[in-house]
C-alpha cells in the first residue's frame, strides 16, 4: 500500500511551501484546506511535476467534528497515512475584550481541537503499525505568550505542551511526534491590521525558508525546532528575565505602531 503525508491548511503559506517541498523529494500527499480550486491546481501541478499521487480533501477544521470527518475519508479511500503536518492554523489580535468571541472558539477548534482528533485518530493507527510520524507546528509565542494575541497565544501553548507530553507518552512504540516553531512568516497573518511595533522591527521569514527547515524537521528531527537563530533566541528570554518585566517588553512589542 502506498504511504501518504497529509498536511492540513496545505493551499497557502508554510503548508503551500512544505507540499511543494515535499513533493520534490518524491512523496505522495494527502492536501487539506477550506479552498477547493486551489487544492485541484495543486493536485495538478504537483503530480505533472513530480509524477506522485496527490489526492485532497476540502475540510473547515475550524468546524466542530470536521476532523473526525476527514479522518473517516480518508479510511475510507483506503489512504495510509505514514506522516501527518497538523499545520492548518488561524490567530486573532486585540484587546480580549472587545475581540469576537465567536472568532476565538473557531480559533480554538482550529488550533487545538481539530488537532487533538487528527492527532488521537492518526496515531492509534500509527501504533498499531509500530512506526508514523506527527508534526505539530506551534508558533514562537508557545515560548513567549503576547498581549493582544491572548488566545492564539494560549492555543500555541497549548500545540507545545501537548506535542511534548505526547512524544514521551509514545517513546518506544515507532511513533514519534515533533513540533515546530516559526516566528513571524510573510503570509496572509501578518495582516495591515497587525502591524504591531514587533513587524516593524522583526523582518517576516519567507514561507519558502519555513518550509524547507520543517521538512528536513519532519523527516529527520526530534524534539521541538524552532525556526531562525533570533526567534531561537527570543524563546530563550524567559528563563533569564524575570516575568514581570519580561510582559512589559512583549506588551510594547505586541503594541499598535
Not at 8 to 25: D, F, R, V
Not at 70 to 90: I, M, R, T
Not at 98 to 116: D, G, K, R
Amino acid at each position: 500500500m502506498k504511504e501518504y503525508i497529509l498536511i492540513t491548511g496545505a493551499s497557502s503559506g508554510i503548508g503551500y511551501e512544505m507540499a511543494n517541498e515535499l513533493a520534490a523529494k518524491k512523496t505522495n500527499l494527502i492536501l487539506v484546506a477550506r479552498t477547493e480550486s486551489k487544492l485541484q491546481e495543486m493536485q495538478s501541478d504537483l503530480t505533472k511535476k513530480y509524477g506522485i499521487m496527490v489526492q485532497y480533501f476540502v475540510a473547515d477544521l475550524s468546524v466542530a467534528n470536521a476532523a473526525t470527518d476527514l479522518y473517516k475519508k480518508v479510511q475510507q479511500e483506503n489512504l495510509l497515512v505514514s506522516h501527518l503536518v497538523n499545520n492548518a492554523g488561524v490567530g486573532n489580535y486585540g484587546h480580549f475584550i472587545e475581540t469576537s468571541l465567536e472568532e476565538e472558539l473557531s480559533l480554538i477548534q482550529l488550533n487545538i481541537s481539530s488537532l487533538v482528533v487528527l492527532t488521537k485518530l492518526f496515531a492509534q493507527d500509527m501504533v498499531a503499525r509500530k512506526t508514523g510520524r506527527i508534526m505539530n507546528v506551534g508558533s514562537v509565542v508557545s515560548f513567549l505568550p503576547m498581549p493582544y494575541f491572548s488566545v492564539y497565544s494560549a492555543t500555541k501553548a497549548f500545540v507545545k505542551a501537548f506535542s511534548e507530553t505526547l512524544d514521551a507518552e509514545l517513546e518506544g512504540t515507532g511513533v514519534t511526534v515533533i513540533s515546530l516553531y516559526p516566528g513571524t512568516v510573510d503570509t496572509g497573518f501578518t495582516t495591515s491590521e497587525m502591524q504591531t511595533t514587533n513587524l516593524h522591527k522583526t523582518k517576516p521569514m519567507h514561507p519558502k525558508e519555513v518550509a524547507m527547515q520543517g521538512v528536513r524537521h519532519l523527516l529527520e528531527g526530534n524534539g521541538k525546532k524552532v525556526v531562525g537563530f533570533q526567534n531561537w533566541f527570543n524563546s530563550k528570554l524567559p528563563n533569564f528575565v524575570p516575568d514581570s518585566i519580561m510582559m512589559k517588553i512583549k506588551k510594547g512589542l505586541a503594541s499598535q505602531k
